[in-house]
């Protein structure tokens, strides 16, 4: 499964920096930053479960960014 999330992540500092915290929170995630894309996008992925997108939320809102939930429209 696939969670997409708009944040307001700017640099690839923030980026290098909460990416450690994920891999320490969540070890089983493949997680990575757009912030080319206008809504500076994290993707989290994990093969055969679902993503609950709270811990994620609050993880990034701990440290000061802005983050929500991206859904799916066509």
Do not use: A, H, W
Request: aromatic fraction near 10%.
């Amino acid at each position: 499964m696939v969670e997409v999330f708009s944040t307001s992540v700017q640099t690839v500092e923030e980026t290098t920096f909460l990416l450690d915290k994920f891999q320490k929170e969540f070890p089983s995630y493949t997680i990575n930053f757009d912030l080319e894309d206008c809504d500076k996008i994290l993707r989290v992925e994990i093969v055969d479960e679902i993503i609950d997108p709270n811990p994620v939320i609050r993880l990034v809102k701990s440290y000061g960014f802005n983050i929500e939930v991206l859904s799916d429209e066509v």
